[in-house]
């Protein structure tokens, strides 16, 4: 998941700025996949899907946890998909950006379901925006049931009051908390190692599973079998598209040494003892993680795991800041409040309405499911499907911005096909167990984000047909000029060669118009940061008229403040004190016009009006704001 922690990352780090972009990195996009094996060799043995623990299923089972790091972590995102950046950013809708912005033509085309595959990713980023942070914490609170069995009453409500206060303490920014996330990994997964070797050194058998033999053999025994095995096997593999989210603000050198340095090697060392330890006792797949321990150091190990697992749920939610934003300026999100946590930081942010919402989803999935193991159950679907949109992304993104032939962008593409095919198929029959609801949350967002959309065009087009060509009424201002009064009018509007309707009704009310009047059109571009020289264009109309073009890329935050200091530099001089800001506020009412059903019409008003107004969400002075309603059928 992406994670605010860092900041815009130099292209080529070196060095010990390198180590510690490295270090960081390990605390900030390991977190999820670095608790995974709280979970993930239990689902295999134990609970109501459990397969028999004899030495072949142990080798089969940790063969296939082996090459899925191998084939998905390593060699897809870390190798291949990891190349794939939009100008240094990476993630599902950075790479559905890049894509929008190739050679693809618009209509019936690839770029259509790129969109609908770009949108539908990200509402399942959001939907284990709610179940990361569920099973990361309650599988570590489930230790205290190890330990002390009479506690097993308790491990609910800690998890509960765990959880609360990570989610109130979110508005505090992150940035001190945030420092310390890297050594904690560092510490977590050196432990989960050391553990992990233990055991193999008592079964050095195990090392055995590394042969993809055992894999292949247990699979083709019982394919049924295999296929149920495999969506606990994807557990361990959750989190692999963090690495690929957060590569703005590490950089995939970085990342690279946090993965093959640490992360990777202390992984297999715990996954392959906890295979040691079930050949050498049966009865510690209850909990076979835990059972790695000895029993002095289990509580340490309790809270150690729930400081890691805190850690994971943390980067979660500040990805789902991060992808709040991006959702925002690509036009997919209502205007949200999202404040800056930190003065030196850019990328840490904090949206309290995307906050509140994790935290009732979150809470609400530990009361429903109750325990980790039936959360498992759930988890997974929407990763998987993740996965394989985008090594469907990947593929058309090979072929027509990296121009690759369309045998080697197949070849590629239908290896990584090959084995996330598996993974979703083993998923998908995980939806009577609760695997729907990732899926119902991930179409509930994007039903929201797609009426978004489309109620932002057809309200579009719809204020289109009342407006004219700026051209024209410059020309009807040039034959019958207005009383011009002293100032500056800002008309901001979406397009730079139509009149603002402000204009029209202000013209027609007041009769006066400004001896300045600026036209602002901001416009998001499909790259995630425009340069701040490329940012404002400023052309001089004549007779007191300028149109200002401002282009943010779905990474920046827009401010007039800074768009008006641009303009200053173009010989522009406007002062935000001596401005008025002339927007248009439109009432919305759902129609049987063509566009969308009656029933998206009305979401699309209520989203409307619930949205953040654009005084405050571009930082404009509320009593320098002049607003002009329109009733408007969608």
Not at 31 to 53: K, N, V
Request: net charge positive; aromatic share 10%; charged share 15%.
């Amino acid at each position: 998941m992406t994670s605010p922690a860092q900041p815009v990352v130099p292209q080529q780090p070196h060095g010990r700025y390198l180590l510690t972009l490295a270090l960081a990195a390990l605390g900030v996009v390991y977190g999820d996949i670095g608790t995974s094996p709280l979970y993930a060799i239990r689902e295999s043995f134990y609970g109501p899907h459990g397969i028999a623990l004899t030495p072949g299923n142990v080798l089969g089972v940790l063969s296939l946890v082996f090459w899925a790091l191998v084939i998905v972590v390593t060699i897809k995102y870390h190798i291949v998909i990891i190349r794939a950046d939009n100008k240094g950013e990476g993630g599902v809708l950075a790479l559905m950006a890049l894509v929008n912005g190739s050679r693809l033509a618009r209509g019936l085309s690839p770029r259509r379901v790129m969109i609908i595959l770009g949108i539908f990713g990200s509402a399942l980023l959001y939907a284990d925006g709610g179940l990361t942070p569920a099973i990361s914490v309650l599988s570590a609170v489930e230790g205290l049931e190890i330990a002390t069995p009479a506690l097993a009453s308790w491990v609910i409500p800690v998890t509960l009051v765990i959880l609360i206060g990570l989610f109130l303490v979110q508005s505090r920014g992150t940035a001190r908390i945030g420092a310390v996330f890297g050594p904690v990994m560092l510490v977590w997964f050196s432990t989960i190692g050391v553990l992990g070797l233990g055991e193999i050194m008592q079964q050095p058998g195990v090392l055995a599973a590394v042969s993809p033999y055992h894999a292949v053999r247990f699979f083709a025994a019982d394919v049924h079998r295999g296929f149920v095995v495999l969506g606990a096997v994807f557990l361990a593999v959750t989190g692999g598209e963090a690495l690929y989210a957060d590569l703005g603000h590490f950089g995939h050198r970085a990342i690279q040494i946090a993965w093959f340095g640490a992360a990777l090697p202390c992984l297999l060392l715990n996954y392959f003892g906890q295979g040691a330890l079930l050949l050498r006792e049966p009865g510690a797949a209850v909990n076979p993680f835990y059972h790695l321990a000895p029993g002095w150091a289990l509580y340490p190990l309790i809270a150690l795991a729930t400081a890691a697992t805190i850690i994971a749920s943390q980067a979660v939610i500040s990805g789902a800041f991060s992808l709040t934003r991006q959702a925002v300026q690509l036009g997919y999100s209502p205007r949200l409040r999202i404040e800056h946590t930190s003065s030196r930081e850019i990328g840490q942010i904090y949206v309290p309405t995307v906050n509140w919402a994790l935290m009732v989803l979150t809470c609400a999935l530990v009361l429903g499911f109750r325990t980790s193991s039936n959360i498992a159950g759930a988890y997974g679907v929407a990763l998987s499907t993740l996965m394989l949109i985008t090594t469907l992304m990947f593929y058309v993104m090979s072929r027509e911005v990296w121009r690759w032939s369309f045998a080697r962008a197949a070849t590629v593409a239908g290896l990584f096909l090959c084995v996330d095919l598996p993974f979703f198929a083993a998923n998908m029959l995980k939806i009577r167990y609760g695997g729907w609801v990732p899926l119902v949350i991930a179409a509930a967002i994007f039903l929201l984000m797609t009426t978004w959309k489309r109620g932002r065009e057809i309200l579009a087009k719809r204020m289109l047909e009342k407006t004219v060509p700026l051209k024209m009424l410059l020309a009807d201002l040039a034959a019958e000029p207005p009383i011009r009064v002293p100032g500056t009018a800002v008309f901001m509007y979406g397009t730079a060669d139509h009149t603002p309707p402000a204009l029209v009704h202000n013209l027609a009310h007041n009769k006066v118009l400004h001896e300045k009047v600026v036209f602002l059109t901001v416009v998001t571009e499909d790259v995630p940061h425009v340069q701040p020289r490329e940012r404002v264009t400023v052309r001089h109309i004549g007779k007191g008229f300028h149109t200002v073009v401002a282009r943010y890329g779905f990474m920046d935050d827009p401010d007039i403040e800074d768009v008006l200091g641009s303009c200053r530099a173009q010989s522009l001089d406007i002062r935000m004190e001596g401005a008025t800001f002339f927007l248009g506020r439109e009432t919305l009412v759902a129609s049987e016009r063509p566009g969308m059903a009656q029933w998206r019409e009305q979401l699309f008003a209520f989203m409307s009006r619930n949205a953040l107004r654009a005084t405050a969400f571009f930082k404009i002075p509320a009593n320098q704001v002049f607003e002009v309603g329109a009733q408007v059928e969608l």
